[in-house]
Each structure stands twice: as structure tokens, then as C-alpha cells.
């Protein structure tokens, strides 16, 4: 139950930082997707085999069906209308259905992701996720962290070599009513060729007891 949780929350190898001097501190602008733009993303076991695609696990090849006009991205998976994704225009994302399970809504009291980045700002966040109703004994995850931009670094991937932003994440999340904790560390490249989404994710979490780690990179594109 506690690794479905985590290929949940991911939705996707560094060779080096690019000095600081040649690329612009702030980034203010968010994704510009349009309908019919294209992302596939594979899963691998370890950053080394999402580097260089080897060991796939499973691919999500996404689509984006439309835009609205507040800027919220609704994206298929596999083609599939009953098998989507929704994100904010920073990225977070609102809304995960998979044919095998009920919708979960994210709700972000504060942001993950926003803009403008800027080198070196950290930020408070905060999300409550409305969870499976098949999952009777968890009310809502609510996880409370900080997001950091941490700097430009070069990625190179299965789509290609990328410039791109870092930002880590560290959450604690409570299971309510249960009181069950887990902590949460992210880290996202995100990339201006790829529309300022990431072409490199890790998702890790542990829990007393364990610990899952879910990593994903940028396959293929088309804009």
C-alpha cells in the first residue's frame, strides 16, 4: 500500500553543474503546453539506469488534451480519457485518475512548485492529498515541508542532454486519523527545452520500517 502511495506521488545523472555566471538566476515563467504537445517518461530502479535508459520498468507516455484559461494542464495517459493528469501552471499537480483507481485530488494550501524561481530561495509547502476511497483506514496524507532552487545543471537522459533547474523537497507527511508519518525528499530537474517540466524526478520515502523510491526520466518529446 505504501509503494502505491509513492508511484503515485511520482508523476518522473547530474554531470555537472554549469556555472552560475552564463545562465540567468530567475526563471519567471511557467509551462507553455498546448494541446497535442507530447512527454513520455520511464521508470527505473536507480539514477544511473535513468540516465542512460537502461532496465526500463514502465513507460507513461502523457498528452495534453487542454489548457485552461487559468493555466491548469490536463494531460492522458496512454490515450486513455479515464487516465489522466492535471497540474497548476507551476507544475503541481491537482488531479491523478488511473483506470484501476478513484480520483485523488492535491490540494496545495502552499505550492510545491512557483514562480519565479530564483537561486537560492527557499519556500514553505504544504499539501493535503484526498486519498483512494477504497483506502478506508486513510483519511488524508497531510504533508508539510520546504522546496529549495538549488542551481543549473547539466542532465542527460534517455531525450536527450538538457540544462536544467534543481529543486529539492523535504516533506513529513501524517496519515490521518491514524497518525501513520512518513518523510518525503524530492528532487526535480526541470528544463525550459521541456516546457519547465522535469526531465529527471527521484521520490523517496521512508516510513518506520521501510523505505520506496520511485525514479523517472524524460523518454521522448514532442512540441
Not at 487516465?83 to 485523488?104: A, H, I, Q
Not at 525550459?192 to 526520466?217: N, R
Request: charged share 20%; glycine share 6%.
Amino acid at each position: 500500500m505504501k509503494k502505491s502511495f509513492v508511484l503515485l506521488l511520482a508523476m518522473i545523472c547530474v554531470s555537472g553543474a554549469i556555472a552560475q555566471t552564463t545562465l540567468p538566476t530567475e526563471v519567471a515563467n511557467t509551462s507553455t503546453f498546448k494541446a497535442g504537445d507530447t512527454l513520455t517518461y520511464h521508470f527505473y530502479n536507480s539514477i544511473e539506469d535513468a540516465k542512460v535508459g537502461n532496465n526500463k520498468k514502465f513507460g507513461v507516455p502523457m498528452a495534453a488534451k487542454e489548457l485552461r484559461e487559468n493555466g491548469d494542464i490536463y494531460f492522458h495517459v496512454n490515450n486513455n480519457p479515464n487516465n489522466f493528469r492535471v497540474f497548476d501552471k507551476n507544475g503541481n499537480m491537482l488531479l491523478s485518475k488511473t483506470p484501476n483507481r478513484d480520483e485523488v485530488k492535491f490540494q496545495h494550501v502552499k505550492p510545491i512548485l512557483k514562480y519565479p524561481l530564483r537561486i537560492g530561495d527557499t519556500w514553505e509547502n504544504e499539501v493535503v492529498h484526498d486519498p483512494f476511497e477504497s483506502d478506508k483506514d486513510r483519511k488524508v496524507f497531510n504533508c508539510k515541508g520546504t522546496s529549495q532552487v538549488i542551481g543549473w545543471e547539466t542532465i542527460t537522459v534517455p531525450a536527450g542532454t538538457f540544462t536544467a533547474l534543481r529543486i529539492d523537497v523535504n516533506e513529513t507527511c501524517i496519515i490521518l486519523p491514524a497518525r501513520y508519518q512518513a518523510k518525503n525528499e524530492r528532487k526535480y530537474w526541470i528544463s525550459p527545452e521541456a516546457k519547465m517540466h522535469p526531465v529527471l524526478y527521484q521520490f523517496k520515502q521512508t516510513w518506520q520500517g521501510g523505505s520506496a523510491e520511485s525514479i523517472s526520466s524524460l523518454t521522448s518529446f514532442n512540441f
